[in-house]
């Protein structure tokens, strides 16, 4: 069983950096595509970034485009989130998933095990 474990939330002030890892075992990790969605108080779970197998195609959602970057560390069965310049507007809950195939979108439908997440929260 695939099992995804997040780390690396906390507390920031705007302008600041995070990078959150997401830790996933059980299973061949390059065979998995990965993403991260958050969820803020009050809002649906939204698509963050993806990134497919190899590392060689990112996605992102249009609000973390050039402050976010999504990678993946395939020989440490990881895949991180750095996140630069932050806004308090990306405070939420942050959720890593694999999804079942070399490639994957925006979808959550796409991913087939998810994390229980971890907080980021960004002060003005």
């Known amino acids: 069983q695939v099992q995804v474990v997040e780390s690396g939330g906390g507390l920031v002030q705007a302008g600041g950096s995070l990078r959150l890892s997401c830790a996933h075992s059980?299973?061949?990790?390059?065979?998995?595509?990965m993403g991260w969605f958050r969820q803020a108080p009050g809002k649906e779970r939204e698509f963050v970034a993806a990134?497919?197998?190899?590392?060689?195609?990112?996605a992102y959602a249009d609000s973390v485009k050039g402050r976010f970057t999504i990678s993946r560390d395939n020989y440490k069965n990881t895949a991180y989130l750095q996140m630069n310049s932050l806004k308090p507007e990306d405070t939420a809950v942050y959720y890593c998933?694999?999804?079942?195939?070399?490639?994957?979108?925006?979808?959550?439908?796409?991913?087939?095990?998810w994390g229980q997440g971890t907080q980021v929260t960004v002060s003005s």
């Open positions: 998933a694999a999804a079942r195939s070399a490639n994957s979108g925006t979808y959550e439908s796409e991913y087939h095990y």
């Open positions: 990134i497919n197998w190899s590392g060689g195609r990112t």
């Open positions: 059980g299973r061949t990790f390059s065979n998995y595509a």
